[in-house]
């Protein structure tokens, strides 16, 4: 096994609702997710991640709702699966005032809204985070999404990937290539607080959006957010390799996680960048406890709560297939749909049936657990980095908020004893601390060509 000695990159997992991967758990008796409305479950959060010194913290979200499995919103209703869901972005604001480092990873679906909006959001985003803010770039998998905002249904998966392309092209042009540098002077003695030949009007007219203004925020600092992204079958990495900076996968295991992460490598490689331009989170749930025997307590006890067909019916909607059809040994007809791709390919290739995907959605969600000593854990997530090449992890939540307080309180010191984790924050904004390179976009990637060309000469 090779040491690479990289340091561990962290990310919470969550999102805006009640039950998010780990269903079920919201009826354990500790659990506090049913306060996801309210302001002080959001900022304790904040606070108890950037005391573990985690890098960011990732908000999932969704449009539409699960109406796969049995055809219907029953049980995505009675376990609440990631319904009711509120905006993600909305809270950053109230968690940033309360840290200095944390980073945000949120996700927008850019298929229903216009980029120019959306351009303005991040911007003031990034502002009000001082250069904290990420976004996770995604398209939509649902019916239920396209059939809510009029439209009688989604356009085809890959059709998805090259309507994104085009839309991360005007977002450059709006980021980067609007308003120069030097373009705001704030000068009240001249009365100038923008050069006029600095700003400039974006004019974009392609296959599917025509923009004709002006950026409408200011340069912020990292400009363009740092940009994440989660698809995994070959159209979805290459929209990857041209413009993301993180990538989330969940592999069901550590052989199909390698694959994924050289297959990723070598595409970023075809498109102009380094192998090491993208850093790779992997999905992992952790119960973590003083002991073996505390750590398993524990998980039992979760078990009691959770709910393995919560579990199948969010997987239904994420493969575009009805399991409740099917006889619990019966084989699956894995025919290409068109929900999330990766999903369904990983799921036919293991021949998944409806008994064993409930065996494994025994904490209620896709993610194994790892369960045992901070030891244990740590050695799991270093033996993740080194068979499989991932530089670190999106950490579901499990029972909260005890889930982030064990792994803060147990794991971290035991990564940072062994080194594999930072003992302070570096400076600067998410993009300089995940990189090093400076807050804005590195010129080898795409988005850095819609500079004004002196700039991007620079
Ligand atoms: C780990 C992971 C997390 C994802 N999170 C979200 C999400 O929060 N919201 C969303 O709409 N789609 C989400 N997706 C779906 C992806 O953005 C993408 O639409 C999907 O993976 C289809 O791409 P693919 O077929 O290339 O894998 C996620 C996918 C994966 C694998």
């Known amino acids: 096994m090779a040491n690479t000695n990289k340091p561990i990159l962290l990310n919470a997992f969550n999102m ?7 269903h079920g758990l919201w009826t354990h008796p500790r659990d506090r997710s049913t306060d996801y409305r309210l302001l002080p479950y959001w900022t304790n959060l904040a606070r108890t991640l950037e005391r573990g010194l985690f890098d960011g913290l990732f908000l999932a979200d969704i449009v539409g709702v699960y109406d796969v499995y049995q055809h219907n919103v029953d049980v995505t209703l009675r376990e609440s699966i990631q319904l009711p869901v509120n905006d993600p972005t909305l809270l950053v604001s109230a968690m940033a005032a309360v840290t200095e480092h944390l980073g945000f990873g949120v996700t927008v679906n850019l298929t229903y809204e216009q980029p120019y909006l959306l351009a ?11 250069g904290r803010i990420g976004w996770n770039i995604v398209t939509g998998y649902l019916d ?9 249904e989604q356009l085809p998966h890959d059709e998805r990937y090259d309507r994104a392309d085009e839309y991360l092209d005007v977002l450059y042009k709006l980021w980067e290539g609007s308003w120069e540098p030097d373009a705001v002077r704030r000068d009240k003695a001249a009365r100038v607080f923008a050069d006029p030949a600095k700003v400039h009007r974006v004019q ?12 409408l925020a200011e340069p912020s600092p990292q400009r363009t957010p740092v940009l994440f992204q989660a698809g995994s ?3 979805g990495q290459r929209f990857a390799a041209r413009h993301a900076e993180c990538v989330f996968i969940s592999p069901p295991n550590r052989q199909v996680g390698r694959e994924t992460v050289r297959t990723l490598r070598e595409e970023l490689v075809r498109a102009g960048r380094r192998p090491d331009d993208v850093k790779v989170f992997v999905g992992a749930a952790v119960v973590p406890g003083a002991t073996e025997a505390q750590a ?16 199948l019916a969010h997987f239904a909607a994420s493969t575009g297939i009805d399991y409740a059809q099917y006889d619990l040994d019966a084989p699956v007809d894995y025919a290409p749909g068109n929900a999330i791709e990766s999903a369904t390919r990983t799921a036919k290739q293991h021949g998944w049936t409806r008994r064993r995907l409930l065996e494994m959605f025994e904490l209620g969600g896709r993610y194994p657990a790892i369960v045992g000593t901070a030891a244990h854990v740590a050695d799991e997530l270093q033996a993740w980095v080194d068979e499989a090449g991932v530089d670190g992890f999106n950490l579901s939540r499990t029972v909260v908020p005890e889930s982030y307080e064990d792994f803060v309180d147990l794991v971290v010191p035991e990564l940072q004893n062994r080194g594999l984790y930072k003992t302070a924050y570096a400076p600067g904004s998410l993009r300089q601390k995940l990189f090093g390179e400076g807050d804005t976009l590195p010129l080898r990637h795409a988005g850095a060509s819609f500079r004004q060309r002196a700039e991007a000469i620079a």
């Open 120 to 130: 303005r959001r991040f911007s003031t985003l990034d502002h009000l985070t001082q």
């Open 16 to 22: 805006n609702c009640v039950g998010h991967i780990n």
């Open 296 to 311: 398993r307590e524990k998980y039992a006890d979760y078990l009691h709560y959770a709910s393995r067909e919560a579990g």
């Open 204 to 215: 974009h007219a392609g296959r599917y959006y025509n923009v004709d203004g002006y950026h």
């Open 144 to 152: 239920s999404a396209a059939r809510a905002m009029g439209l009688t």
């Open 233 to 235: 079958s070959g159209r």
